[in-house]
């Protein structure tokens, strides 16, 4: 099934062609097939004809179907599910779930402006693998590799949200939610990356965002959040090249064309630190490249900063100036663990080697910083000025998935002895970082810790408003772009242990994660009430969901799913109403 050979074959396409109608596209594979990697101009060629049914019986094999796979019609959430939880925090004495919902800081607001909303992704939560055309990502291939994903889940039916995204809409607005942010499957609208369209994807997606704009949600699009078509992987190495930089603006400029008229946020790539982090993929599953481990995360992240760039200049010129076009960068706040000048400077390059190495360039000098291009100029070839050009101010407003905060210091054996040298375990970054205040501070963890599944995860909601404050001194005031302001476009919690309880009602009272939301939500209140430009927010996410290598054990959501049942049902949880409670108290419309 994961076979080199095949590998070999897609890798050396001498003349990629696509052709047919979108329910029966071919790619011709051919190469000089001879056991190497590389075509020889004397050896004989092989070619083949591969339809998208081979492709996925090829690289993927056998996919699962889910139990109902025509749309769901919305069933009407009954107003007992809208019966918040007795409350965690506004009354010392809970006396029942009819306690009102004060008190309220007066100092605090929202912006009449201040747009808020809930946020999932496509290979997370769609299913539907396989249907109506849709091509392999690398996720579906990564789904299949021994031990990858800790439950051996798959997301072939996930949410099954690919057909009942109805409910989904229909839920959210009971809710009162204002936005919804999914992402787009880049091999459901082109099977194979690039060639023809699936115009099954382009009316699935045309309903989606309809059915939004019919309950009174506004609807925002992510172009790629992480889900690689997995022919453009297995033929010149996805991100690893720059090849893909034309096949991404282009998925990019059909998107723009097909939904612009009815969708005005759009970030073009979800979290490159996390996805480009992801190279080197696991050897036996995917086509081997040959750079070295180490450099493969910068390979990718210069073909993020030329795709994301351009796609932003042909979003702009098709969508004009009402809409906003940026990427989510990501990234925890990072605090010195003690006052020592190493750890000052272990900071800052953790900065740059995180937040940094896409934000800089995009919104400070159109160049990596400083220590990533002393890095990198090694190995990856310098930006052109014009594409320096393209890439400095391709964003409208600062987005980050903000989810926690860690300390930094410089490495034991000091900082000199990591800088330079590629054989240190920290290098090239040479920053490392711990949950945990010093012994001297008292060694406490920086706050509770989410499910195990997520152990880069705690709550630490205190140090939101110097974040915010941060994120805005540092990349949003002297940008020398229309930048405005930052916004926080995902921020959650994987409750500990939530995949392993049993009890419905108990699943339903997600109280870590409610104080998580409670308290985030006052954070950026308070950043906003010291003048921190703070324009929007996003939760992660609205339903219990597939958690990548987690699989169906550690979870997100404000919604539980119980994947054990065929249906699929949804149900609120205590945070769902949490979040909401924010708005109704401190946004323009609520309150007094
Ligand atoms: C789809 O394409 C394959 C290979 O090109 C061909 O053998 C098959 O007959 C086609 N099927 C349909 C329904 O056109
Ligand atoms: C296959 O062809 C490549 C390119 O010409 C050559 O370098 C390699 O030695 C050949 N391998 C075998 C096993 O013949
Ligand atoms: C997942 O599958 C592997 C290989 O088949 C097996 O060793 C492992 O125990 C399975 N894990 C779980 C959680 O079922
Ligand atoms: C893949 O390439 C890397 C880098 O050249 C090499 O270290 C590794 O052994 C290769 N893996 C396989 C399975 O060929
Ligand atoms: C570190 O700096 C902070 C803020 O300036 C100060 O409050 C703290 O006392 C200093 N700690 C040590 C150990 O010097
Ligand atoms: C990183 O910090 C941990 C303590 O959190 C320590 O055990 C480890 O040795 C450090 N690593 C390096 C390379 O300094
Ligand atoms: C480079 O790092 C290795 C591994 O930590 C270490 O043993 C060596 O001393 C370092 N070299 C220098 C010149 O600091
Ligand atoms: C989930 O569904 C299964 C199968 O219908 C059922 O046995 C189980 O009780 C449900 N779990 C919860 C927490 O509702
Ligand atoms: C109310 O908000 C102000 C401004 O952010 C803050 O300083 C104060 O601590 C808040 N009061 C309470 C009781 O949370
Ligand atoms: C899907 O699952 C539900 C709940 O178990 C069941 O009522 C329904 O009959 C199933 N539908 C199909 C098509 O299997």
Redesign the pocket.
């Known amino acids: 099934m994961y076979s080199q050979v095949l590998f070999a074959l897609m890798g050396a396409v001498a003349s990629q062609t696509t052709s047919g109608t979108p329910t029966n596209q071919s790619i011709t594979a051919s190469a000089a097939y001879n056991g190497s990697t590389t075509p020889s101009p004397t050896s004989p060629i092989l070619q083949l004809n591969l339809n998208l049914e081979d492709v996925w019986d090829l690289l993927i094999g056998p996919v699962a179907v889910a139990n109902t796979t025509t749309t769901y019609s919305p069933t009407p959430v009954p107003s007992s599910s809208l019966i918040p939880p007795p409350p965690l925090y506004y009354s010392p004495f809970p006396t029942g779930q009819q306690v009102p919902l004060t008190p309220k800081n007066e100092s605090w607001s929202f912006p009449s402006d201040f747009w808020w909303g809930v946020a999932g992704a496509a290979f997370q939560i769609e299913g539907a693998a396989k249907d109506e055309g849709r091509g392999p990502s690398v996720w579906d291939a990564l789904t299949r590799v021994t031990n990858h994903i800790v439950d051996n889940s798959t997301a072939d039916v996930a949410d099954n949200n690919y057909y009942m995204y109805k409910e989904d809409i229909s839920r959210l607005a009971a809710q009162g939610v204002k936005i919804y942010s999914f992402s787009l499957s880049w091999s459901r609208i082109l099977p194979f990356g690039r060639g023809p369209v699936n115009q099954q994807a382009i009316d699935h997606y045309n309903d989606l965002i309809n059915t939004c704009i019919e309950y009174g949600v506004e609807p925002s699009v992510t172009l790629y959040h992480w889900d690689t078509p997995l022919v453009l992987q297995d033929t010149y190495g996805g991100w690893l090249s720059e090849d893909i930089v034309p096949d991404f603006v282009e998925y990019a400029r059909i998107a723009f064309e097909a939904f612009g008229d009815r969708v005005s946020k759009w970030y073009t790539v979800n979290e490159p630190i996390v996805f480009c982090n992801q190279y080197p993929l696991p ?2 599953y995917f086509k ?6 180490k450099q493969q995360p910068f390979h990718c992240g210069q073909s993020v900063l030329l795709a994301h760039s351009q796609a932003y200049h042909v979003g702009k010129s098709i969508l004009g100036d009402h809409s906003s076009i940026t990427y989510k960068n990501n990234g925890g706040y990072k605090i010195p663990l003690t006052n020592s000048s190493a750890d000052a400077q272990a900071v800052q390059r953790a900065w740059d080697f995180n937040e940094g190495w896409f934000s800089d360039p995009v919104y400070l000098t159109g160049d990596y910083p400083e220590s990533v291009k002393e890095y990198v100029s090694g190995f990856l070839r310098d930006f052109t000025d014009e594409e320096k050009q393209q890439i400095l101010g391709s964003s409208d407003f600062y987005a980050h998935d903000a989810y926690t905060a860690q300390f930094y210091m410089a490495p034991d054996s000091g900082l000199d002895s990591c800088i330079g040298n590629v054989t240190h375990p920290l290098y090239p970054s040479c920053a490392n970082t711990t949950y945990t205040y010093s012994a001297e501070d008292g060694g406490w963890v920086i706050g509770p810790a989410a499910d195990p599944g997520s152990p880069w995860l705690h709550k630490a909601t205190d140090w939101v408003p110097a974040f915010l404050k941060y994120m805005q001194d540092t990349w949003v005031t002297p940008s020398p772009g229309p930048v405005k302001g930052v916004a926080v476009t995902e921020f959650g919690f994987a409750e500990p242990f939530e995949g392993s309880k049993t009890l419905l009602q108990d699943i339903l009272y997600d109280a870590v994660r409610t104080s998580y939301y409670h308290d985030y939500m006052e954070a950026i209140l308070m950043a906003i009430a010291e003048g921190t430009d703070v324009v929007g927010c996003l939760a992660w996410s609205f339903v219990d969901n597939f958690e990548w290598q987690q699989g169906y054990a550690s979870r997100f959501g404000m919604q539980y799913v119980n994947f054990s049942d065929p249906a699929l049902p949804r149900y609120y949880k205590a945070s769902f109403f949490e979040y909401i409670n924010a708005f109704k108290i401190y946004g323009s419309e609520g309150g007094d």
Do not use: D, G, K, R
């Open positions: 050897a036996q081997n490249f040959t750079i070295p481990n």
